[in-house]
């Protein structure tokens, strides 16, 4: 599986923006998936997380009513709508899989709990 993320650009602050995250290969619906993000010069930080089914979501406090994760097994992609936002939202957002394991229902919010990840795509908010 591989993990291609996309949508990214430039949008005022209070605006919206749908990052897409598509997946090569026919094993995509078996796995919990998430969003991180990463601005200049900080950490790579949590944003949401979907199990495999689509039926559990999670996400990072400073995202939630803001923020929407979701998928599409059908189409081999993941979604992350984002809303109302910020100047500090600001950051290359990446994509991420755990493929070690399969249809087992679950959230992860750490990165080290994540063993595959797409390329980024860039998110500027302007004030």
């Known amino acids: 599986v591989q993990l291609q993320a996309s949508g990214g650009g430039l949008v005022q602050a209070g605006g919206s923006l749908r990052l897409s995250c598509a997946a090569s290969g026919r094993t995509f619906s078996r796995y919990n998936m998430g969003w991180f993000r990463q601005a200049p010069g900080k950490e790579r930080e949590y944003v949401a997380a979907?199990?495999?089914?689509?039926?559990?979501?999670d996400y990072a406090d400073s995202m939630k009513g803001r923020f929407t994760i979701s998928r599409s097994n059908a189409k081999n992609t993941m979604y992350l709508q984002m809303n109302s936002l910020k100047p500090e939202d600001t950051g290359v957002y990446y994509c991420?899989?755990?493929?070690?394991?399969?249809?087992?229902?679950?959230?992860?919010?750490?990165?080290?709990?994540?063993?595959?990840w797409g390329q980024g795509t860039l998110v500027t908010v302007s004030s």
């Open positions: 991420a899989a755990q493929t070690e394991i399969e249809f087992y229902s679950e959230t992860y919010s750490r990165r080290e709990e994540y063993n595959l």
């Open positions: 979907i199990s495999w089914s689509g039926g559990a979501t």
